[in-house]
Every structure is written in C-alpha cells, then in structure tokens.
C-alpha cells in the first residue's frame, strides 16, 4: 500500500504525460514491479545516488535527478551566497548519461549557476580536475561506474575537486529531503550560463598527469595492452600514453567503442578476472608485459603483468597499490611531513610499506573522499604522496582529488619498466617486497541481496555479528574487535576498550592472535555486503610463492566456512 500511495501521489504531481502513463502501467502492473520502483525513494546518500533507471521514486529518471539537483544547487546558492557560482559536469558512457548531464546543467543555469559541460564523455578524474582548474564550487558526474547496464548514478564533488564529506554532504541531503514537490524543481535552461569542455580539457589534464612521473627509463621497450572496456578511458588515456613515450602500446579494439551495453563483457569491472580475458588473450599474442583495465568511468585500474614463468599474472587491488606506494617512496624526495593513506578495508601492507621508509600512513573509512579530506585537512602543512584502496583505485599526488585511473596507469607502466629493466619482472619486485614486510594474501567477498528482501537480510547477518560475534575464525582466536559504527575497539583478553577516531560508518572488523584482518561491511552504492580478508605470513625462504599463498588462501577459505559464506 505505501509503494500503491507514492505511485499515486507522483500522478498529481507536475510531470510529463508520457512519465504519468508510464506509473499508471506500474498501478495496473505486477505488483512486484510497482513495489520495487516505489516502495521508497532513491536515497541521495553522502556521495551521490545510484540506482537502476526507469519510472518510479526508487528509479534513476529526471525527476530524481532532477531532485538531487535541485537541492544541490539551493545548497550552492547557501553556502557561497555572496559569489557568482560556477559548477563543473561530465558523463559516462552510459545509457542516456548524455541527457542527464545536460539535465543537470540545465537545472543548475536556471538557478542562476554556471555551467561547465564536457562535450563529450570523459572520464572522471578529468571532471575532479575541472572542478580544481576552473575553480568550481562543485561539480557532478553522471555514471555508475561498473555497475550492470540498466544502472545509472550521480556523483557529486565539491571545490577542492573531491567528493562531498561532512558536514556538505549533510547539508545536500537535507536540501535534496526537502523538496516534496517536483513543481520546485527549475527545469527551464538558461543556455547563456552554460559553456562547453572540448579537447582542451584532455590536453591540460594530459600535462599534469605528466608531471607526476618519477622515471622514464626505458618506456619505448615496454609493451603494454590497455582496454577501456567500453568505457571513457580510450578519450584520454591512448594520448597520454603516447606523449609519455610508449609507442608500443595495443589497444583492444573489441572493447574500445564506448557501449552502454558492454557487449562483451558480462561486467566491466577490471576487478574480474573474466573483464580482462580480451587483453590477456591480446596480451600473449603481442608478448605484452603489462596488461592494463579501466572500468567505464576510468577511475578504477586492473592490472596483470608477466610473471617470472612467462605467464600473465593477475594482480589483486592491494598488490598494484602497494606497488605504486612503494615505487613513490623510492622515487621521492622525502620531508619529514610527508604521508600516504588507505582504507580500513584495504591491505595493512601499505602501512607497512611506509614504515619502512619512516613516512606517515593515515587509515581512513572505505572510500576516496575521505583520502582526499585528508589531503584538505592537511592543505600546506604535511605533503601527501599518494593513496589506494583494495577496490582497484589509486591516487598520485593531489591534482586530482578521487580516484585516478589514468594517472596510475601512467605511473604503474612507468614502475614496470623499471622492474623488467632492473629485475626482469614486476613479479621479482613484489617477491623483494614480500620477504621484506611478510607475505599478504587477501581476498574479497561480495553477496549480492537485490530489493526489500535483500536489505533486510543485509541487516540481519551485521546484527548477529554484533549480537552473536564468532569466537576463533579459520582455527584462529578473534583477540580484538573494532566497531566503527560504536566507534569502539574492543580488546577481547583484557577487556579494555578504547575510541576509533573515524566517522562513524557501518563497518565490523575481527582480528585474530595470528595477526589476520577480517572486515564486514555492507556497500553504500550497491545492493551487497561485502566481507574483506587479509591474511600475513612471514616469508619463508626456500618456499615457493605458490605453496606460501595457498596456505594462506586455505585459511581464508575456512573463514569463509566459519562465517557460512560458502
């Protein structure tokens, strides 16, 4: 009855014919459908919204979008009150992300906002950068990043170029509540305020990505295979790759025409192995040494190199990003008030990188925006160096505030020519990064809850992790818990607790007397809970990676066993 009611409150509204006949269908319809596209509203959460398009509140539309940017703009026009306000929008690849970027600029130019409007698709760390090189109060990007194809989303950035954080992204939301009807929203452009971002933009992006190098060694041997995967890197990253000097780079043509539809992928997120069987296939035909993935809105990287057996070896998220720290560090200048960060989530081996090095890391919430807050936070007194997290997203220096594909694609060629040159394979530099600090396996697992039902058991199973916390998992005592919901960390032999200084957030995490790192945590854009293993050895020598690995990877399978996810 409550989806029934919505529905037909949204008829009396101010909207289109075509939309209102569209919901009478839904009315008259299954009820299974109606209830899914109005059995609530599409969340503007703190970062945005993201959800599957079509009719209805729960839906991605113009009315919804039209809504978060409606709010977002009252929001600009409170908090700089006294400043001609001006606002940065691109888009993905995605169906009907065009559209709804010129939605947006639309409604922001008749509040009075000006608008920069990428032509075309770009891919989002150049929208970050607008926002900076422009001096924005804020952009938006339309995507869903690696969602399925029936997904849209909408990102929202504020001036330093990263996106919103307390207490704006607070402030948004309660602007976006707000409005209760769609009448409110200024659908009517204001072509005057709006200004277009062509191929300039890439070239200047282009430049400052290049200054991010640290070597340049040898590049031209280097044979390395991109795909964009459908997606909005092959804008960009082919010229950047090519003005930094590799002229033996191979594109997959299959995959380089931008398609909503991702045809032949069953999802274009480089953090599957099956995204990248293209590259991989093209890479053992040209002998590439590196493999490189983006997803569709080129701010995640995959990456797989050729191993010391001659074979192409898959690395995880925190293998690459541990490479990247460690390839900084070496290759900078070091000050005292230097720093890196990652994620609660991620692999405590880039803490342990730093370390050893004597610069600072910093742990933050899952999530680039509270990387970049730090960089805000930190802004002329202490230099941040770069940052990553598990998911396969990586930020060099501070010129572009989120997650850079483009950029970390660059740096990590450069890291592998350097490898290969000095080593014979970025494979040997990670083994001497391994017998220095430990050897880390992890591993992740996401379980997919889709509608009402799913977020209730979503809700269940981090209830009775709390109520009903497991004693020993894989054969190992849990000594410690940290809720960082509570904000508390609980040591569970002496029963003393003590305060996590992070934003609360919906996070479990479990550490065992062996020194493994088990976290729970339900995503804020997806409809899933995802469960992080990171398991650490020391090095034995004489054993072989392979056999090192696998006894760690048993482990985590026995986890997986005591937690019945398998």
Same mark, same amino acid.
């Given at each position: 009855?409550?989806? &029934?009611?919505?529905?037909?409150?949204?008829?009396?509204?101010?909207?289109?014919?075509?939309?209102?006949?569209?919901?009478?269908?839904?009315?008259?319809?299954?009820?299974?459908?109606?209830?899914?596209?109005?059995?609530?509203?599409?969340?503007?959460?703190?970062?945005?919204?993201?959800?599957?398009?079509?009719?209805?509140?729960?839906?991605?539309?113009?009315?919804?979008?039209?809504?978060?940017?409606?709010?977002?703009?009252?929001?600009?026009?409170?908090?700089?009150?006294?400043?001609?306000?001006?606002?940065?929008?691109?888009?993905?690849?995605?169906?009907?992300?065009?559209?709804?970027?010129?939605?947006?600029?639309?409604?922001?130019?008749? @509040?009075?906002?000006?608008?920069?409007?990428?032509?075309?698709?770009?891919?989002?760390?150049?929208?970050?950068?607008?926002?900076?090189?422009?001096?924005?109060?804020?952009?938006?990007?339309?995507?869903?990043?690696?969602?399925?194809?029936?997904?849209?989303?909408?990102?929202?950035?504020?001036?330093?170029?990263?996106?919103?954080?307390?207490?704006?992204?607070?402030?948004?939301?309660?602007?976006?509540?707000?409005?209760?009807?769609?009448?409110?929203?200024?659908?009517?452009? @204001?072509?005057?305020?709006?200004?277009?971002?062509?191929?300039?933009?890439?070239?200047?992006?282009?430049?400052?990505?290049?200054?991010?190098?640290?070597?340049?060694?040898?590049?031209?041997?280097?044979?390395?295979?991109?795909?964009?995967?459908?997606?909005?890197?092959?804008?960009?990253?082919?010229?950047?790759?090519?003005?930094?000097?590799?002229?033996?780079?191979?594109?997959?043509?299959?995959?380089?025409?931008? @398609?909503?539809?991702?045809?032949?992928?069953?999802?274009?997120?480089?953090?599957?192995?099956?995204?990248?069987?293209?590259?991989?296939?093209?890479?053992?035909?040209? &002998?590439?040494?590196?493999?490189?993935?983006?997803?569709?809105?080129?701010?995640?990287?995959?990456?797989?190199?050729?191993?010391?057996?001659?074979?192409?070896?898959?690395?995880?998220?925190?293998?690459?990003?541990?490479?990247?720290?460690? *390839?900084?560090? &070496?290759?900078?200048?070091?000050?005292?008030?230097?720093?890196?960060?990652?994620?609660?989530?991620?692999?405590?081996?880039?803490?342990?990188?730093?370390?050893?090095?004597?610069?600072?890391?910093?742990?933050?919430?899952?999530?680039?925006?509270?990387?970049?807050?730090?960089?805000?936070? *930190?802004?002329?007194?202490?230099?941040?160096?770069?940052?990553?997290?598990?998911?396969?997203?990586?930020?060099?220096?501070?010129?572009?505030?989120?997650?850079?594909?483009?950029?970390?694609?660059?740096?990590?060629?450069?890291?592998?020519?350097?490898?290969?040159?000095?080593?014979?394979?970025?494979?040997?530099?990670?083994?001497?990064?391994?017998?220095?600090?430990?050897?880390?396996?992890?591993?992740?697992?996401?379980?997919?809850?889709?509608?009402?039902?799913?977020?209730?058991?979503?809700?269940?199973?981090?209830?009775?992790?709390? @109520?009903?916390?497991?004693?020993?998992?894989?054969?190992?005592?849990?000594?410690?818990?940290?809720?960082?919901?509570?904000?508390?960390?609980?040591?569970?032999?002496?029963?003393?607790?003590?305060?996590?200084?992070?934003?609360?957030?919906?996070?479990?995490?479990?550490?065992?007397?062996?020194?493994?790192?088990?976290?729970?945590?339900?995503?804020?854009?997806?409809?899933?809970?995802?469960?992080?293993?990171?398991?650490?050895?020391?090095?034995?020598?004489?054993?072989?990676?392979?056999?090192?690995?696998?006894?760690?990877?048993?482990?985590?399978?026995?986890?997986?066993?005591?937690?019945?996810?398998?």
């Amino acid at each position: 009855m409550q989806a &029934r009611d919505r529905a037909e409150s949204w008829l009396s509204q101010p909207i289109d014919q075509e939309f209102k006949a569209s919901i009478q269908q839904l009315i008259d319809g299954p009820e299974t459908e109606l209830i899914e596209s109005f059995y609530k509203d599409l969340e503007f959460g703190t970062g945005g919204m993201r959800g599957v398009m079509g009719v209805g509140s729960n839906r991605v539309n113009k009315y919804t979008f039209g809504m978060a940017t409606q709010g977002f703009a009252n929001y600009l026009k409170k908090s700089f009150s006294n400043e001609t306000i001006r606002i940065a929008v691109a888009h993905d690849c995605r169906h009907h992300s065009k559209e709804f970027a010129q939605l947006v600029a639309d409604i922001m130019s008749a @509040n009075g906002i000006e608008v920069l409007l990428f032509n075309e698709l770009r891919p989002t760390p150049q929208l970050s950068f607008a926002v900076r090189e422009h001096n924005c109060h804020g952009g938006v990007v339309i995507t869903a990043s690696h969602n399925p194809p029936e997904y849209n989303g909408y990102k929202v950035y504020w001036n330093d170029g990263a996106q919103v954080v307390a207490p704006h992204d607070a402030g948004i939301i309660e602007e976006v509540r707000s409005i209760d009807n769609l009448g409110d929203i200024k659908f009517e452009s @204001n072509p005057a305020l709006i200004s277009r971002l062509g191929e300039e933009e890439d070239q200047r992006f282009i430049q400052k990505s290049l200054e991010q190098r640290k070597t340049k060694a040898s590049s031209s041997d280097l044979k390395v295979v991109l795909t964009s995967l459908h997606g909005t890197s092959i804008t960009t990253m082919p010229s950047l790759f090519a003005e930094a000097g590799y002229d033996n780079v191979h594109i997959v043509e299959e995959q380089a025409e931008p @398609n909503g539809d991702f045809p032949t992928v069953k999802s274009p997120n480089p953090e599957e192995r099956e995204a990248l069987d293209m590259a991989l296939n093209l890479a053992d035909q040209v &002998r590439a040494d590196v493999v490189i993935g983006t997803d569709p809105d080129s701010d995640r990287i995959g990456v797989a190199v050729r191993g010391n057996d001659g074979n192409m070896m898959l690395l995880n998220g925190n293998q690459t990003g541990v490479l990247l720290t460690d *390839y900084l560090i &070496r290759h900078t200048e070091l000050k005292p008030s230097d720093f890196i960060a990652y994620t609660i989530v991620s692999s405590d081996m880039f803490g342990a990188v730093a370390k050893a090095h004597n610069v600072d890391s910093m742990i933050c919430l899952t999530g680039f925006k509270h990387i970049a807050k730090l960089i805000r936070d *930190y802004d002329g007194e202490r230099r941040f160096l770069g940052g990553g997290e598990e998911s396969y997203g990586y930020m060099v220096g501070d010129f572009v505030r989120d997650k850079d594909a483009l950029t970390s694609a660059l740096l990590f060629a450069d890291l592998a020519s350097e490898a290969v040159s000095e080593l014979g394979s970025v494979e040997e530099r990670l083994m001497q990064l391994y017998r220095k600090h430990g050897l880390y396996v992890e591993k992740l697992t996401s379980i997919t809850k889709k509608g009402i039902k799913g977020a209730e058991e979503i809700e269940q199973m981090m209830k009775d992790l709390r @109520n009903n916390p497991p004693a020993s998992l894989g054969g190992e005592k849990i000594v410690s818990t940290a809720d960082i919901s509570t904000g508390i960390r609980t040591d569970l032999i002496t029963g003393e607790t003590e305060t996590i200084d992070l934003p609360k957030s919906n996070v479990l995490q479990f550490f065992t007397e062996a020194g493994s790192k088990i976290c729970a945590r339900p995503s804020g854009t997806e409809p899933k809970i995802k469960f992080y293993f990171s398991m650490r050895a020391e090095w034995v020598e004489g054993m072989s990676l392979e056999a090192q690995q696998k006894i760690l990877t048993d482990t985590i399978d026995r986890v997986g066993k005591d937690l019945n996810l398998v």
